[in-house]
């Protein structure tokens, strides 16, 4: 599932008519639109508002580490070659409230443009010193420090990206809702196909045994009356027997045919043949 | 499971952290340099990246990060006990570099650590002052290469060349560098020097291919270490871990047989034998990471915060690559790390 979070309507419309996705009930007081593979929650400005929808949804939601969640608006820069429409995607993401500074894993490939992100509690209008000096790319919004530190709560930093759209130059410039629209359509067709390809191969949550494996470790614990810390113990010894041979259901059906066919009497009796049984599958 | 192809990923130090502190050194400088295409990001502290609440050290592993910072404190540690001390009384250790460009299954780094990414210290010189004082008060036996594989990140970091150089000028000094690499190229232009030891881990082939990934094979390194000889280096040779499967023994036992009928055993100024184990906490996170990895998901035995495969067992592995080894090296000649050492 990818979890995208927006401030605006205006910001989301491109992304729900591109991935076709269908108005659910509010998330407390939050917009909610979702379909099969996607969620996508408007936050509201400012990053108090973005980390409460954040929380909201993927506490509704929880994902997994086949999941991404990604951030995407739009931006200042004072940087003027940038043009407007351009997306950044950030690396660095600093706090101007509490100067605290964030990392996204840059584990992929793309095609974008890298830059720091500096997020704002107020619109900056007027061009000021910028605080990373080490980077050309910074661009400036209200929300991506807030997505960041409670997207940390659910999502691995490889798993989070921030997506920052150029709209203007930090001079007060007035930007209708349409052409926020207009700069974020642009862009979604690209940056989904990428971020689809990387969701499609991130590996989801491992498997470990199956309902029949389950109940047959119940079915061998209860029968040598294994403490909690041998049931560990039996757990690992399978797990290790499965990565070695795919499986060991048939093999542990035999032992119990052979040696337990009446439940232990005692755990005396019943780390006998724990014992066994780990000499066997070992 | 599935994953992701191996092109969606950037290439390793495709991204570079450093330190605003060292950003002039010319230490960073010069590692800079050898990744011109790199992209350098500035950070405060190293611990601001290396150290973020729940990162994906096997994610990380596919396209790891450089991180260039400065060691501020903590320059030389005492040898822990888990490690083999070879007989040196003075035994210490130093960290230059956290983590390793190879990724092997049963390392106790991706325990000891909660990122695969990979941070330099840069300031060598404060390194060397502190062991130049360690030096005033005795000699002192120092591995350079525990948390990372310093001869495989030779040619972008040139750190053995910096230690060749300091060691030649300090002879009640002996450093160790131990490593998987066969990168013969990284040490041909040092002088050998007889207080420096080049370390080499060896493996059955069936281990290195299946458990430690991205080393290269066993003849490689076995083909690096003669051409090391020639060249007149000092080397030894460590089997460990050793790592035990239905059939270790054969699998050991055939890889001594060819270590030995390339190399020439009276050329190896030792051996270090030692069985897998771990420290609990180590195992914990090394589980977490690869749930799918048998040599993770092995039932240890725990006593004394540390897992192995019981006393029985170890004792018995050690037992026999011992006799193994010992056709080809005399037993003075043989390191063994035993649980009672470890103590």
Request: a negative charge; proline letters at 4%.
């Amino acid at each position: 599932m990818i979890y995208v979070f927006t401030a605006l309507y205006c910001e989301a419309k491109p992304i729900i008519q591109y991935s076709g996705l269908k108005r659910q009930p509010d998330i407390n007081g939050f917009q909610y639109f979702a379909n099969d593979s996607v969620n996508l929650v408007i936050t509201g400005t400012g990053s108090i508002n973005a980390a409460v929808g954040v929380a909201s949804l993927c506490s509704l939601h929880t994902p997994d580490s086949g999941d991404i969640l990604v951030n995407a608006g739009i931006c200042g820069t004072g940087n003027s070659s940038l043009k407007k429409g351009t997306p950044v995607l950030c690396n660095k993401i600093i706090d101007l409230c509490t100067y605290k500074t964030y990392y996204p894993d840059m584990l992929f490939k793309h095609s974008f443009i890298e830059g720091t992100v500096e997020t704002s509690p107020v619109p900056v209008t007027c061009r000021s010193e910028k605080h990373d000096e080490n980077s050309d790319i910074v661009v400036t919004d209200m929300e991506a420090s807030g997505i960041f530190l409670a997207g940390e709560r659910f999502f691995q930093p490889h798993q989070m990206f921030f997506f920052k759209i150029v709209s203007d130059y930090l001079a007060g410039e007035e930007i209708s809702s349409d052409m926020v629209t207009e700069l974020v359509s642009v862009n979604v067709e690209h940056v989904a196909g990428w971020l689809t390809q990387i969701h499609d191969g991130l590996p989801g949550k491992p498997s470990d045994f199956s309902e029949e494996e389950k109940a047959l470790l119940n079915q061998i614990s209860d029968a040598m009356k294994l403490t909690v810390s041998m049931q560990h113990q039996l757990n690992h010894l399978m797990r290790y027997y499965k990565i070695q041979h795919g499986g060991f259901a048939d093999k542990l059906i035999n032992f119990i045919g052979e040696n337990l066919k009446e439940p232990c009497i005692s755990k005396n009796e019943g780390k006998k043949y724990f014992d066994l049984l780990k000499r066997e599958f070992v | 499971m599935t994953c992701l192809k191996g092109n969606l990923y950037n290439p390793a130090f495709s991204h570079i952290y450093v330190e605003k502190e060292i950003k002039n050194h010319p230490g960073t400088e010069r590692i800079l340099s050898r990744f011109p295409k790199a992209r350098v990001i500035e950070i405060k502290h190293y611990k601001d990246v290396f150290s973020r609440s729940s990162q994906n050290f096997l994610m990380q592993k596919r396209s790891p990060a450089l991180i260039l910072a400065k060691k501020q404190d903590n320059f030389l540690y005492k040898g822990a006990p888990v490690c083999q001390d070879f007989g040196n009384l003075h035994f210490y250790y130093t960290t230059l570099v956290m983590n390793c460009i190879y990724d092997c299954e049963y390392c106790f780094l991706q325990g000891m650590y909660s990122s695969a990414n990979i941070v330099v210290f840069v300031n060598l010189e404060d390194y060397f002052q502190q062991v130049e004082k360690m030096l005033e008060n005795h000699p002192v036996y120092l591995c350079i290469s525990y948390d990372t594989d310093l001869l495989a990140l030779e040619q972008k970091l040139g750190f053995v060349r910096e230690w060749f150089s300091f060691a030649g000028q300090h002879p009640n000094l002996t450093i160790e560098v131990r490593t998987k690499s066969a990168n013969i190229k990284a040490i041909e232009n040092l002088v050998p020097l007889q207080n420096v030891i080049l370390a080499w881990t060896l493996s059955p082939e069936t281990v290195q291919k299946n458990h430690e990934h991205n080393t290269p094979p066993l003849m490689q390194r076995i083909s690096c270490i003669n051409n090391a000889l020639n060249k007149g280096f000092r080397a030894r040779i460590c089997f460990d871990p050793i790592i035990y499967s239905k059939d270790w023994l054969s699998s050991f036992r055939a890889t001594v047989e060819t270590i030995f009928s390339e190399i020439p055993p009276d050329g190896i100024i030792d051996v270090g034998i030692g069985v897998f184990r771990i420290s609990r906490d180590y195992l914990k996170r090394m589980r977490k990471n690869r749930p799918d990895s048998a040599i993770t998901q092995y039932p240890y035995e725990y006593d004394n915060g540390v897992y192995h495969y019981g006393r029985k067992l170890s004792d018995s592995m050690i037992a026999m690559a011992c006799d193994i080894v010992g056709k080809y090296m005399p037993e003075e000649k043989i390191f063994v790390w035993k649980e009672a050492e470890g103590e």
